[in-house]
Nanobody, 129 residues
Framework: QVQLVESGGGLVQPGDSLRLSCAATGRTFSSGTMGWFRQAPGKERDFVAVVRWSGGNTNTHYADSVKGRFTISRDRAKNTAYLQMNNLKSEDTAVYYC????????????????????WGQGTQVTVSS
């Protein structure tokens, strides 16, 4: 059984940085998809970023709202994904959920949370002055 353990959320000021981590335990993904969704109070859950990999191919994808500010990466040895968030804005405030799927999802499916079999517990990110 795969479990996703998240860490790294917190309270920061606008313009600050945070790094979220998501460790997948219970199984090593030789290929797969990992990423984050987020949900702000009273709003729909939104796609943030994802990394897909199989063999030597790795691809990353971002929501337009975070492009140029967020970077997703993966440490294969640690079976862990990271989301580096720079120049944070108040509108980034949300609960961030790590997601994972044991296959390399086709691009058209990465945007929907229903396509991921595993979810983390969520970590709060608050950006406020």
């Amino acid at each position: 059984q795969v479990q996703l353990v998240e860490s790294g959320g917190g309270l920061v000021q606008p313009g600050d940085s945070l790094r979220l981590s998501c460790a997948a335990t219970g199984r090593t993904f030789s290929s797969g998809t990992m990423g984050w969704f987020r949900q702000a109070p009273g709003k729909e859950r939104d796609f943030v970023a994802v990394v897909r990999w199989s063999g030597g191919n790795t691809n990353t994808h971002y929501a337009d709202s975070v492009k140029g500010r967020f970077t997703i990466s993966r440490d294969r040895a640690k079976n862990t994904a990271y989301l580096q968030m720079n120049n944070l804005k108040s509108e980034d405030t949300a609960v961030y959920y790590c997601v994972a799927e044991e296959t390399r999802l086709i691009l058209s499916r990465v945007w929907g949370g229903e396509n991921y079999g595993y979810w983390g517990q969520g970590t709060q990110v608050t950006v406020s002055s």
